[in-house]
């Protein structure tokens, strides 16, 4: 079993729609999850950025985290043909050293279409 | 200005050839990475260092070697180049290491 799993899609979506991404893990250590948007041809960006359980908001963006059930999750409402992107979720431990390193959905490939 | 910056952005070269990647960061970070993402966009860690020195090679083929001449650079290079290396080679970095990372354009390696 992978560290953390996540459906590459393809999703394709009409504009408007809430698109929910969805990522699970098997690490019970994860403590920060992060989800980076990935247009073609250019590097990941990070979009949103979480520590331990909870939700946050960033205008059109939600991510919940729920470590209970190793499920992590981003919302985008009102969506945009400019959220046409690869979504990619990432989490690491806490642990102290200089060894930590973000372990890596394989990335939702997501299509808004007009 | 720009914060991660890798050269060449595109690398298209023969077989067994030999070539280089380099990467500059501007942020102040102490850590940087080298990922390769492949055909299927799946970003591979390679390599980490953290204030030069190295603290995460990933099996990596003895084929590539990473070098820090300082903390604001990291360059590969990769000897005797084979098909299965092309990719999308990217640079990143972070504050502390395995935190919120920073990408570069990424450096697109075509092995022919």
């Known amino acids: 079993q992978k560290e953390v799993e996540q459906d590459p899609g393809p999703l394709s979506v009409p504009e408007g729609a809430i698109v929910s991404l969805n990522c699970t893990y098997s690490n019970s250590a994860f403590q920060y999850f992060m989800w980076y948007r990935q247009y073609s041809r250019k590097g990941p960006e990070l979009l949103m950025y979480?520590?331990s359980s909870g939700n946050k908001e960033d205008g059109r963006f939600t991510a919940q985290v729920d470590k209970s059930s190793k499920y992590i999750s981003l919302f985008i409402r009102d969506s945009q043909p400019s959220d046409s992107a690869t979504y990619l979720c990432?989490?690491?431990?806490?642990?102290?050293?200089?060894?930590?390193?973000?372990?890596w959905g394989l990335g939702t490939s997501l299509a808004v279409n007009p | 200005d720009t914060a991660v910056s890798q050269t060449p952005k595109y690398l298209v070269t023969q077989m067994g050839n030999d070539k280089s990647i380099k990467c500059e960061q501007n942020l102040g970070h102490d850590t940087m990475y080298w990922y390769k993402q492949d055909s299927k966009k799946f970003l591979k860690i390679m390599f980490s260092?953290?204030?030069?020195?190295?603290?995460i090679n990933e099996t990596v083929p003895n084929r590539f070697s990473p070098k820090s001449p300082d903390k604001a650079h990291l360059n590969l290079h990769i000897n005797s180049l084979e098909l299965g290396d092309s990719a999308v080679y990217f640079c990143a970095s972070s504050q502390p290491p395995g935190d919120t990372q920073y990408f570069g354009p990424g450096t697109r390696l075509t092995v022919l």
């Open positions: 990432a989490m690491s431990t806490n642990n102290a050293g200089n060894n930590r390193k973000l372990i």
């Open positions: 979480t520590y």
């Open positions: 260092y953290n204030n030069k020195e190295l603290i």
